[in-house]
């Protein structure tokens, strides 16, 4: 298992109703195709021996004999395979028949899960046949081996004890309280349910809701795996419909109507990470019983994507709904904020920048909210040395179109008698003579707010806060940071969602908006080139927000180390980045992260957007002298 990840495959087998033998035969040959493609675990449908629908020929013993010389079959050819199998059948104990899951490892029955909750309504009638779990752990013998069988199993490899699973069967998932339940709370962090739900209208919906849901509360991994052709169409039809779920996402989902065999990668450091952190996950293994295997991993080929924006979603639909629900939860802060102090104005700086944009357009909502006139937005353009035409044009037209107060402050005079002041030669175009820039701007932006008795809105976004590229108490100060917890990557989006959909009512402002959308980032505190275009661009001198941004994501939302990062980014950013430029940018970015953690401790207030925040109030506590090395990829940055 290479950090953490563990593929499992899902099966629908074609089913011959009540032929054991030819079912075993299908049953064997996705088992080598599972282990072939480097499968840890593969999971077949309920009562996939005999198949679902045999009805009453379930009590007939040649059918229960049957299906015990089929699993024995089984066990013989795969003797010398390294994969966990779980298989549906009938199996009789004291007299009793039960819905059970056999677990067969290397040619050995490890353990018999039977069935808890029995449908019998509407279509389904299983108690005609089978019996309810026991209560309790029994011993049956098998093959001349004695072996657990009960409902409180957990199966655990002993060469890697992070991969721990238990079963459960069908309707146990829609049960009140699924077994399932109980089992992550004893330490199984994978569950695999066998299914043979049958399809009507509407139903795989409510499936995938269920198991995405189960796999969210029980922060597992859920595989889901139902019969398809070959059972019965008597009544009912089956779909093949099979989901690998982790932690409320869907990994992989086969095609309805279809019967074959779907793989994903499980990631159990992942798992882990949100188990330890989530203080209401709670811990009790009562009458558990541990039943432990030996089980090699082999290095295959992830079967999972890697996203490169894990702060922005792929589905345009819901990247949308996902923009549109960001602004009004800046916009409500925001609100809250104005009505509480129960001033009627707000100062923001304007750059005709991507932030500063944000903001402005999140002031302007709140505005709306409240019932303000938008002649209360006291935004303020202060040009200096580095400011560009492009940028400058755009700043006044956006607050212009607006209808905002705009008051323009030219600081190059202030800036060079700043610099006489202390000594400074403007030529040398250092921290001193960047910072003093950003200063300047926040002390008038400061004085403006007392001037009108409003108070500063700030326009940093989360991606600086990460790298400490804010100026300490320049452009890192405000009164509320309505993008404290907005990435750059999302940033982006969320104003392109504005400009398409024509929010303001108004072609001119989306004009303005894709044209700030396609200028380079930059803090405009060096002068142009000699084409008058902007010299100074972030991403030089920082790196790509994209690379940051995932490293981000990564690192505090999903806590893996930095090895786990690069490999997973190296797969994310195949196409756009090599190996060396990957590797540069996360020492850059840990290295930036600790050093800047002084900056994080006094950030103002500002709402929380998404599930990464850095805001020391709520979701990040660091020590500002925290040592870097451990964290670092070779665990050395050079200086």
């Not at 969320?494 to 396609?518: G, T």
């Amino acid at each position: 298992m290479r950090f953490g990840f563990i593929k499992v495959a899902a099966v629908t087998p074609r089913v011959f109703v009540s032929d054991c033998f030819k079912n075993s035969e299908e049953i064997i040959k996705y088992i080598f195709m599972a282990k072939e493609k480097g499968a840890v675990a593969v999971v077949f449908p309920e009562l996939s021996i005999t198949g679902y629908t045999c009805g009453d020929l379930f009590l007939q013993s040649t059918v229960i004999d049957g299906a015990k010389k089929a699993l024995e079959i089984i066990c013989q050819k795969t003797s010398e395979t390294d994969i966990i199998i779980c298989v549906g059948m009938p199996f009789d104990y004291e007299g009793k028949l039960f819905n059970c899951c056999a677990i067969i490892h290397k040619g050995s029955v490890i353990g018999i899960v039977p069935k808890s909750n029995l449908p019998n309504y509407n279509e389904f009638y299983e108690k005609r046949w089978f019996s309810e779990a026991l209560t309790e752990n029994k011993k049956v013998f098998l093959f001349g081996k004695e072996v657990p069988f009960g409902t409180k199993l957990i199966f655990r490899n002993k060469k890697d004890l992070d991969f721990a699973f238990s079963v459960e069967i069908c309707e146990d998932l829609w049960s009140v309280i699924p077994p399932s339940s109980y089992h992550a709370q004893a330490g199984a962090d994978v569950i695999f349910n066998l299914s043979a739900g049958n399809e009507i209208t509407g139903k795989d919906i409510y499936r995938r809701d269920l198991v995405k849901g189960q796999s969210a509360r029980l922060l597992c991994g859920y595989v889901y795996v139902c019969a398809g052709e070959g059972e019965s169409t008597t009544d009912v039809v089956f779909s093949g419909h099979n989901i690998i779920a982790e932690n409320g996402r869907v990994l992989k989902e086969s095609r309805r109507f279809e019967n074959n065999i779907i793989f994903s990668d499980i990631d159990l450091n992942y798992l882990k990470n949100e188990r330890r952190k989530n203080t209401s996950f709670s811990v009790a293994s009562n009458g558990y019983e541990n039943v432990f295997f030996s089980l090699e991993y082999g290095e295959e080929k992830l079967d999972r994507s890697i996203d490169r924006t894990p702060f922005v979603p792929s589905d345009t639909k819901e990247r949308d709904k996902r923009c549109e629900e960001i602004i009004n939860i800046q916009a409500l802060g925001l609100k809250k904020r104005i009505s509480h102090i129960g001033c009627k104005n707000v100062v923001i700086g304007i750059s005709g920048g991507l932030d500063s944009t944000q903001a402005l357009i999140v002031v302007y909502r709140a505005f709306e909210m409240l019932g303000l006139d938008s002649k209360n937005i006291i935004a303020v353009t202060m040009p200096c040395f580095g400011t560009t035409d492009r940028t400058y044009g755009n700043a006044v037209q956006l607050c212009e179109a607006l209808n905002t107060t705009l008051i323009e402050i030219n600081i190059k005079d202030a800036v060079l008698k700043h610099f006489e002041d202390i000594g400074h030669n403007p030529d040398i175009r250092d921290l001193t003579y960047e910072n003093s820039q950003a200063r300047e701007r926040t002390q008038i932006l400061m004085d403006i707010s007392s001037k009108y008795n409003g108070f500063v809105v700030g326009t940093g976004d989360l991606s600086e806060l990460a790298l400490g590229f804010a100026t300490y108490n320049g452009d890192h100060m405000s009164m509320y940071g309505v993008n404290g917890s907005v990435p750059k990557t999302l940033i982006r989006y969320l104003i392109e969602y504005i400009a398409d959909n024509n929010s303001f009512k108004n072609p001119k402002v989306s004009e303005i908006l894709k044209d700030i959308l396609d200028t380079p980032v930059s803090p405009e505190l060096l002068p142009p080139d000699e084409n008058g275009a902007i010299s100074q661009v972030t991403e030089n001198i920082v790196g790509p927000y994209e690379l940051h941004d995932f490293f981000l994501y990564n690192f505090m939302r999903m806590g893996f180390s930095a090895d786990k990062i690069i490999y997973i980014a190296k797969i994310a950013f195949k196409d756009f980045y090599d190996t060396e430029t990957i590797e540069k940018w996360f020492n850059i970015f840990i290295k930036r992260f600790f050093a800047q953690q002084y900056k994080r401790s006094c950030i103002p207030d500002g709402p929380k957007v998404g599930s990464v925040s850095l805001s020391p109030r709520g979701d990040w506590r660091m020590p500002s002298d925290a040592q870097r090395d451990m964290f670092c990829y070779s665990k050395i940055i050079k200086e």
